[in-house]
């Protein structure tokens, strides 16, 4: 793997974050009481829409029977997890479904140095447990009492995770488009029967903030996808970690979520982490530009 490489990664997954960070607030100011399955469905319906273009151009007799079937759990692992932050978003603030979120890369990271023998260095791990540690922190008052809406966002880390793992493998052979088709049509048809179930009469208004939702949600997808693609898993996850900066920013101008003294600390450790790593990326790949030889003209 390139520095160069490295860095791409590490660029598309700060973009990806960004845009997860806006669709968690356009969730919030859809402020419904429509079913989480139901909501998730229409989001993902939604996607599927948005999609047709990519969806008429894919080669679909090139992708094998053992690709549909990873395709499937993914899909399955996704659209739970899509559904249960759903639901934490409506019941718990802003920074709080955004800090337990990232025990998501925490797990990734691990998992793929447990699945894929992917190496760690020194530095990138004290990355990553460094922003665990700085959302222990932010959590510490929370964890007082442990609420519905905070367990399931915690189960849905897990269930992301896994999700993220299989990304990573279908990048060896699948291309980032595909895998982003694929994804939109499997978390749909996984959530239809649940939306089915609890089906109610969505109103105008709440299929367009939902359409916002698919919009953003569906580019950082892509983005995240990208990240990737370009590098391992332990060098992209640590900055998913920027997502609290941006979730406490805009919690506190549009819902008035005043942070308190617990989530500034722990915001200040994790943006302390990942500034170094990504400075550390960003001078590696520009000492690697100076010595790689000139190429003839």
């Not at 160069?4 to 997954?13: A, P, T, Y």
């Not at 969730?27 to 999609?51: C, E, K, N, T």
């Not at 990138?124 to 665990?132: D, Q």
């Amino acid at each position: 793997m390139s520095q160069q490489s490295s860095l791409l990664g590490c660029l598309w997954m700060a973009a990806g974050g960004l845009l997860f960070v806006a669709v968690t607030v356009l969730v919030r100011l859809l402020g419904s009481d429509m079913p989480a399955v139901q909501a998730a469905f229409i989001r993902y319906l939604i996607g599927v829409l948005l999609l047709l273009p990519m969806i008429w151009r894919m080669r679909w007799r090139l992708i094998s029977s053992h690709s549909y079937g990873l395709y499937a759990v993914r899909g399955l692992l996704h659209g739970a997890a899509v559904m249960l932050w759903f639901f934490a978003m409506a019941r718990i603030p802003l920074a709080e479904v955004t800090a337990i979120g990232f025990s998501t890369p925490v797990i990734t990271a691990l998992g793929a140095v447990f699945f894929f023998r992917e190496q760690i260095r020194l530095r990138r791990m004290l990355a990553i447990l460094a922003g665990f540690v700085g959302t222990l922190v932010i959590l510490r008052p929370g964890f007082q009492a442990i609420e519905a809406g905070s367990l399931a966002q915690l189960t849905a880390a897990f269930f992301f995770a896994g999700s993220f793992l299989l990304t990573k493998k279908m990048t060896e052979r699948e291309s980032s488009g595909d895998i982003l088709v694929m994804l939109s049509i499997f978390c749909t048809l996984a959530l239809l029967p649940g939306a089915l179930y609890y089906w109610r009469e969505p109103t105008l208004i709440e299929v367009g903030w939902l359409a916002l939702v698919a919009l953003f949600a569906t580019a950082g997808h892509y983005a995240i996808t990208r990240a990737i693609s370009y590098a391992p898993l332990t060098v992209t996850q640590p900055l998913s970690f920027l997502q609290l900066i941006w979730a406490v920013l805009f919690g506190y101008l549009l819902f008035d979520e005043v942070p308190d003294v617990w989530v500034i600390v722990g915001a200040g450790i994790v943006v302390g982490a990942i500034s170094y790593i990504a400075q550390r990326e960003a001078r590696i790949a520009r000492r690697a530009r100076l010595q790689s030889p000139a190429l003839p003209e």
